[in-house]
């Protein structure tokens, strides 16, 4: 019921941006939080950035005072701002959203590398 689609990733150098986007549609109304998993080869999936209806956001220990995530409510769409990047970044970024179950994006892949 609920569609993902994600966009923005790519290859940047350590130190550098990288600004993630995922645009909802479907049934909006009933997405309750929405978030970014990354996962790497042969590494656990982590839950990297979480943003609740009511504009509760939680970051995993790594990425905080690096990631920024935000909502454009009018646009139906949340952003993952990622500064600072480390090659330990690198990874396939997964949008969520929760409803009555979880909806996933397609994922982006981000590469750090020099």
């Known amino acids: 019921q609920v569609q993902l689609v994600e966009s923005g990733g790519g290859l940047v150098q350590p130190g550098g941006s990288l600004r993630l986007s995922c645009a909802a549609s479907?049934?909006?109304?009933?997405?309750?939080?929405m978030g970014w998993y990354r996962q790497a080869p042969g590494k656990q999936r982590e839950l990297v950035a979480t943003?609740?209806?009511?504009?509760?956001?939680n970051y995993t220990d790594s990425v905080k005072g690096r990631f920024t995530i935000s909502r454009d409510n009018a646009k139906n769409t949340v952003y993952l701002q990622m500064n600072s990047l480390k090659p330990e970044d690198t990874a396939v970024y997964y949008c969520y959203a929760t409803s009555l179950y979880v909806n996933w994006g397609q994922g982006t892949q981000v590469t750090v590398s020099s």
């Open positions: 943003i609740t209806r009511d504009d509760k956001i």
């Open positions: 479907g049934s909006i109304a009933t997405i309750n939080i």
